[in-house]
T-cell receptor, first 116, second 110 residues
Framework: EAGVVQSPRYKIIEKKQPVAFWCNPI?????LYWYLQNLGQGPELLIR????????DSQLPKDRFSAERLKGVDSTLKIQPAELGDSAVYLC??????????????FGPGTRLTVL | RKEVEQDPGPFNVPEGATVAFNCTYS??????FFWYRQDCRKEPKLLMS???SGNEDGRFTAQLNRASQYISLLIRDSKLSDSATYLC???????????FGTGTKLQVIP
């Protein structure tokens, strides 16, 4: 079975440019997460979807970041405009969750963003 | 105070040693607890869930202390392949919020 797929794997852009990341979760997984991970730090949750609904976007910087999960499957995370401090690895994860949130998260390989 | 705190290490231990990590959390309403492992430049992967009664998987033992609000991970008979960063994850409260710790780096030395 295919795991979580993310693209692109690497992206280099200049500051103030827009950028978008794509994630395809494991088939049948209803919950999808986007994380940001800086070097030497743990992943920080940006947004969590249950099906199509964003149930926790409290950590998403909404002035420049946006996300969508149309049809409750694939998801796109966008940054516009990008800033130097956005350089990080952006991880997508999915899980097959009930209300308790006890399920294992499966992570994609991440997109490494460098903003110049 | 951070919601989830870990000693970043690194913990440098010889092969065969026993090593333990703790992770403290601030939200007493937290409900679910996990340990993930992350190899260098790779994605995190679930190592084990942490249950109230504690759980063991081979050389790995995880425990939860709700009174003191921490979870622990014990690794016995360390192997070179155990070298990685160990991330604790706490879920709970409003929206079943998911919070990762910063990770503890373990280096097992021959």
């Amino acid at each position: 079975e295919a795991g979580v797929v993310q693209s692109p794997r690497y992206k280099i852009i200049e500051k103030k440019q827009p950028v978008a990341f794509w994630c395809n979760p494991i088939s049948g997984h209803n919950t999808l997460y986007w994380y940001l991970q800086n070097l030497g730090q743990g992943p920080e949750l940006l947004i969590r979807y249950e099906n199509e609904e964003a149930v926790d976007d409290s950590q998403l910087p909404k002035d420049r970041f946006s996300a969508e999960r149309l049809k409750g499957v694939d998801s796109t995370l966008k940054i516009q405009p990008a800033e130097l401090g956005d350089s990080a690895v952006y991880l997508c994860a999915s899980s097959l969750d009930g209300p308790s949130g006890r399920s294992e998260q499966f992570f994609g390989p991440g997109t490494r963003l460098t903003v110049l | 105070r951070k919601e989830v705190e870990q000693d970043p290490g690194p913990f440098n231990v010889p092969e065969g040693a026993t090593v333990a990590f703790n992770c403290t959390y601030s939200n007493s309403a937290s409900q679910s607890f996990f340990w993930y492992r992350q190899d260098c430049r790779k994605e995190p992967k679930l190592l084990m869930s942490v249950y109230s009664s504690g759980n063991e998987d081979g050389r790995f033992t995880a425990q939860l202390n709700r009174a003191s609000q921490y979870i622990s991970l014990l690794i016995r008979d360390s192997k070179l392949s155990d070298s990685a960063t160990y991330l604790c994850v706490v879920t709970g409260g409003g929206y079943q919020k998911v919070t990762f710790g910063t990770g503890t780096k373990l280096q097992v030395i021959p």
